[in-house]
């Protein structure tokens, strides 16, 4: 589907219970390039505990500049339809939702279509899958929506360094003292290998002593910078939930919102610390570390700095390509694990009957079960992509092994020039998998923090 990256960042996740409706209008606002727009709506519309009916959104869709009608309509129009619009579906619990189908596209011979789900994520479903929630086909249509790429500078990772609750200088830092202690730590390695080429033995006492100080200050320089710059991301994660927990707080006691969205708005400050902690400790820092590496390899032999580059290239693909699915995952198992727990306590509360409770507790204990289901296969669709991460990091060190040795056997390279660009290459690939994990955390985390940074 055309533009199917660009229409992911468009999605919103609905705060409470009952919002999904406003959700959906936020999606297509951010849709439209409106993305303040959709903020502000997300966050000040108030929603009752009835929700919003189908015509009570063509209302507010109209107050939005958006045209749109109440419809009914089948498959074959869906299909072709070259405008997003919203559905009334049914979710697992039975109740009223409301959904964005943005289009339909053909894959092995069949429809799918990429569905925004406010309670979960946004995903491709199958159209069997469709039919199965979207029972009455009811939907709001939209005359013309456009969609309207803002550019590079509204890309939802990028607000992460909109965030005006640390100074900017302490962003630098991180990446920079991660560097400088690998850098250390490579410079320990060959020292070490030196003295075992080289005999210590032979030595003088004096410059044996002066060796293992040198080794020390080293080694306590290497801990002393990785202290402090665990101290600086623990400042930034204080810094960044107080800038928002703040600021939800007197949003709450201003405007009033129910358990639910407060407890949906606590967690989503945690999944903004996250992205940013990932953002700055994991992308930044290891990015900026793996560059260094290959601009190093491309430098001393253009051939296996390809080969790495390539590499690189693949699995940025890949774990881009996968990271909306795991997502999607997660959240859908959040929100049925949260929906089986409330409902949990709900009939704990309203026990009356002992006689119902054993076989009521039943059927809630097989949504536990259930819930645990999911969480495995979710754990287990995670692990088998790790593997991949793994085998395609073990095909890029092979590969420059192979080359490397060609090199020898031609008298090109020596053995040592052979080693270093085999562990370099290892380097990068250790590192690589790391980075492609954290991924879905910044997309989530930063989506997120688009919405409460105006608060």
């Known amino acids: 589907m055309k533009n199917s990256r660009a229409i992911y960042n468009t999605f919103v996740s609905q705060t409470g219970p009952y919002d999904c409706g406003i959700a959906c209008l936020g999606m297509l606002l951010n849709y439209a390039g409106r993305y303040i727009d959709a903020d502000k709506l997300i966050l000040d519309y108030p929603v009752s505990e009835n929700g919003l009916s189908l015509l009570e959104l063509r ?20 299909r072709a339809a070259k405008t997003p619009c919203i559905l009334h579906t049914i979710n697992h619990t039975g109740a009223n939702h409301f959904v964005v189908c943005f289009g339909a596209e053909m894959r092995s011979g069949s429809y799918r279509y990429l ?46 360094l909109k965030i005006k609750a640390f100074r900017k200088a302490l962003l630098i830092s991180i990446p920079f003292l991660s560097t400088c202690s690998t850098i250390l730590g490579i410079a ?23 060796v293992v100080l040198l080794l020390l200050f080293m080694m306590l320089f290497k801990s002393l910078l990785s202290h402090v710059r665990q101290h600086i991301l623990i400042m930034l994660n204080g810094a960044v939930r107080d800038r928002f927990t703040g600021s939800f707080i007197r949003k709450v006691l201003s405007a009033g919102f129910n358990e639910d969205t407060i ?6 400050i945690q999944k903004i610390q996250n992205a940013l902690s990932a953002f700055f400790a994991v992308l930044m820092s ?4 793996i560059s260094m590496t290959v601009a190093a390899l491309w430098y001393f032999d253009p051939a296996v ?28 198992l959040s929100e049925l694990s949260a929906s089986a727990e409330n409902a949990l306590f709900r009939t704990i509360r309203s026990f009356t009957d002992v006689t119902d409770r054993a076989g009521t507790l039943q059927i809630h204990l097989q949504n536990q079960m259930n819930c645990l289901g999911r969480a495995k296969a979710l754990a287990l669709a995670i692990s088998r992509s790790h593997l991949w991460y793994e085998w395609m990091g073990t095909v890029n060190v092979i590969a420059v092994f192979i080359f490397c040795l060609y090199n020898i056997r031609h008298q090109a390279i020596s053995y040592n020039t052979l080693m270093a660009e085999v562990i370099l290459s290892y380097f990068v690939s250790a590192l690589m998998p790391k980075v492609c994990n954290v991924f879905s955390v910044i997309s989530e985390g930063s989506r997120l923090a688009r919405r409460y940074l105006n608060i």
């Open 59 to 78: 209302n507010i869709a109209r107050d939005l500049q958006f045209a749109s009608r109440c419809v009914t309509m089948d498959l074959t129009f869906l």
């Open 305 to 332: 700095g390809l080969i790495n580059t390539t590499y690189l290239v693949l699995i940025t693909l890949l774990a881009f390509r996968s990271s909306p699915e795991f997502a999607y995952q997660q959240a859908a």
């Open 263 to 268: 407890k949906k708005g606590v967690a989503d």
């Open 188 to 210: 320990l390695s060959w020292m070490l290998q030196r003295g075992i080429n080289d005999s210590l033995a032979d030595k003088k006492n004096s410059i044996v002593i002066a």
């Open 115 to 160: 569905i925004g789900d406010p309670a979960t994520q946004m995903r491709f479903i199958s159209e069997k899958d469709l039919v199965e929630i979207w029972p009455g086909f009811a939907a709001l249509y939209f005359d013309l929506v456009k969609l309207n790429l803002c550019g590079i500078k509204h890309h939802p990772w990028l607000i992460l």
């Open 286 to 289: 290891e990015g900026c570390i």
